[in-house]
């Protein structure tokens, strides 16, 4: 643990009071913080890379990539944009409501709480914040302790440039966010693994917290025969073995034809010595494990009975070092046929299973049995046939679907990003990222006047039968009709014909009053 907030109450309740007293709210207060942050990034940004270096052994050109230059793109749209977003949103009503006002309000959910993991210790906190700032929340930022060295250079800038008031960093292990987890929260952002996810759900649930819960899973890669080879493996390479594979969305096992395997055997092989050297270990290119408890994890698969490795599998526990290693797997080597570990669980390491198959139904079928049927990130097809691609697009129910690449589905500000069932709920990038925190509060304004038209629906022991059966024809026309007759030829004549006739019947109620 780094500290303990034995001022817990006292953060939170001022977080409330500044929230109620509607600090966050103006489109100044949300611009000026994401200006903030802008020079936050440049200002922390070569300190920050020789802190990821230090945790993961992140190459600098990848720290760029993935944490700057990510951060930069969502900040930008989120400014290019905020203006728009914090709008009411009209609504298309029927006839029956066309003398009132109908909009949506774009309201900030409140106080929230926002846990960062630590593969990617900038992106994955700062740009749920993003969202939190762009709604107009107040919010407790909890970083991940395991990346200590980002976490504290994080925690300085932030201290820095960001309205302290409003947000605050509290920084700690497994303890401090249990203590956290024990108030109410207005929204709970989440990006880690599903064992905690279902931990932060099941607290959330205690005080009835809406969350966003961005988990993982073992995202799978489908490849046919009409794939060009070398760009299929450069491009899965690539993905796999960024951030040495610790990363939610990189691919975790590949299904190729049983027919093509040696040779996708030999180009992942080659693009493995193109992109990192015959000599991983002394590469610039390439990272290292978190921890000493994740590599453990990762070369305990290895030893498993039915694994065997095609290539790499190297090893060494001082530098928390393991080379990319390709492996395949037989089932029917281990008692039971049962799966090993790494393709019932999620690896998130540099260990890429390639599985041979002869039919892809099968192999969608088979993919059901994997990791007990969850539902994974982000799944991944190379093909240029439209029937492949289909029958994965509608066989695998995933969060998200790439066709010929890997992980930029995530980049597109404009696609919303999340998973479904076991890897997560709720989404986040882009405008979604503000949807997250926003409650969209529904709003409706009537005149005062006009109450003879109002007078209709009001009981009353001496309204005629004639009249019910009016108002009933009426409003069976605005509310069932109303489109079919706007749209209609006579469109126009019908719209007035149903108008007079509302003015007719509370002209005729009240010559009757």
């Known amino acids: 643990?780094?500290?303990?907030?034995?001022?817990?109450?006292?953060?939170?309740?001022?977080?409330?009071?500044?929230?109620?007293?509607?600090?966050?709210?103006?489109?100044?207060?949300?611009?000026?913080?994401?200006?903030?942050?802008?020079?936050?990034?440049?200002?922390?940004?070569?300190?920050?890379?020789?802190?990821?270096?230090?945790?993961?052994?992140?190459?600098?050109?990848?720290?760029?990539?993935?944490?700057?230059?990510?951060?930069?793109?969502?900040?930008?749209?989120?400014?290019?944009?905020?203006?728009?977003?914090?709008?009411?949103?009209?609504?298309?009503?029927?006839?029956?409501?066309?003398?009132?006002?109908?909009?949506?309000?774009?309201?900030?959910?409140?106080v929230a709480l926002i846990f960062g993991p630590w593969n990617y210790p900038l992106q994955l906190?700062?740009?749920?914040?993003?969202?939190?700032?762009?709604?107009?929340?107040?919010?407790?930022?909890?970083?991940?302790?395991?990346?200590?060295?980002?976490?504290?250079?994080?925690?300085?800038?932030?201290?820095?440039?960001?309205?302290?008031?409003?947000?605050?960093?509290?920084?700690?292990?497994?303890k401090i966010a249990e203590e956290l987890l024990g108030y109410k929260w207005d929204h709970i952002f989440f990006t880690g693994s599903?064992?905690?996810?279902?931990?932060?759900?099941?607290?959330?649930?205690?005080?009835?917290?809406?969350?966003?819960?961005?988990?993982?899973?073992k995202c799978p890669v489908f490849v046919?025969?009409?794939?060009?080879?070398?760009?299929?493996?450069?491009?899965?390479?690539?993905?796999?073995?960024m951030n040495n594979g610790q990363t939610c969305v990189a691919p975790d096992h590949v299904f190729v034809p049983r027919e093509l395997m040696k040779e996708y055997e030999k180009a992942l092989i080659s693009s493995i010595i193109k992109m990192y050297g015959k000599d991983v270990r002394s590469s610039t290119n390439y990272g290292r494990i978190i921890s000493s408890n994740h590599f453990n994890r990762l070369v305990g698969y290895l030893r498993e009975e039915g694994v065997h490795v095609l290539y790499g599998g190297e090893s060494d526990p001082s530098d928390r070092f393991i080379s990319p290693t390709l492996v395949t797997c037989n089932f029917a080597e281990r008692k039971g046929g049962s799966l090993p570990s790494l393709m019932r669980e999620e690896i998130f390491g540099p260990i890429l299973p390639i599985i041979p198959y002869n039919d892809i139904d099968t192999v969608i079928t088979y993919r059901h049995n994997i990791a007990g049927k969850d539902s994974p990130l982000s799944s991944y097809c190379f093909s240029t046939d439209n029937s492949f691609i289909n029958k994965v697009e509608r066989g695998v129910p995933s969060g998200s679907l790439?066709?010929?690449?890997?992980?930029?589905?995530?980049?597109?500000?404009?696609?919303?990003?999340?998973?479904?069932?076991?890897?997560?709920?709720?989404?986040?990038?882009?405008?979604?990222?503000?949807?997250?925190?926003?409650?969209?509060?529904?709003?409706?304004?009537?005149?005062?006047?006009m109450e003879a038209i109002n007078d209709s629906r009001y009981p009353a022991p001496d309204k005629s039968r004639f009249l019910r059966n009016l108002k009933e024809f009426v409003y069976y026309l605005a509310f069932y009709n109303s489109e079919k007759y706007i749209k209609s030829e006579w469109g126009w004549t019908c719209t007035l014909s149903l108008v007079a006739m509302v003015v007719g019947v509370s002209m005729v109620m009240m010559l009757m009053q």
């Open 194 to 217: 599903t064992h905690v996810g279902r931990i932060i759900a099941r607290k959330a649930a205690d005080h009835l917290t809406s969350t966003t819960l961005e988990l993982g899973g």
């Open 125 to 174: 906190v700062l740009v749920p914040l993003i969202g939190a700032i762009t709604a107009g929340c107040c919010c407790v930022l909890k970083p991940s302790e395991i990346s200590e060295h980002s976490t504290r250079v994080l925690e300085k800038y932030f201290n820095r440039f960001m309205d302290t008031a409003c947000m605050r960093m509290v920084l700690g292990g497994p």
């Open 1 to 110: 643990e780094y500290k303990s907030y034995l001022r817990m109450d006292e953060i939170i309740g001022d977080l409330r009071k500044n929230f109620a007293e509607g600090r966050t709210r103006s489109y100044e207060w949300r611009w000026n913080q994401l200006v903030a942050m802008s020079r936050m990034i440049r200002a922390m940004r070569e300190e920050a890379e020789e802190a990821a270096h230090h945790d993961q052994g992140k190459p600098a050109e990848e720290f760029y990539d993935t944490e700057i230059r990510f951060l930069d793109h969502e900040l930008g749209y989120a400014m290019k944009h905020l203006r728009i977003w914090m709008r009411n949103t009209s609504v298309k009503t029927d006839m029956v409501y066309a003398g009132d006002t109908v909009y949506l309000y774009p309201e900030p959910r409140g």
């Open 224 to 241: 046919d025969k009409t794939a060009v080879i070398t760009n299929t493996a450069n491009r899965i390479v690539w993905a796999k073995f």
């Open 402 to 449: 790439n066709v010929n690449d890997l992980i930029f589905v995530i980049c597109v500000p404009q696609l919303p990003f999340g998973g479904v069932g076991a890897s997560g709920s709720g989404r986040y990038h882009g405008k979604a990222s503000f949807d997250a925190f926003t409650n969209y509060k529904s709003v409706m304004k009537r005149p005062m006047g």
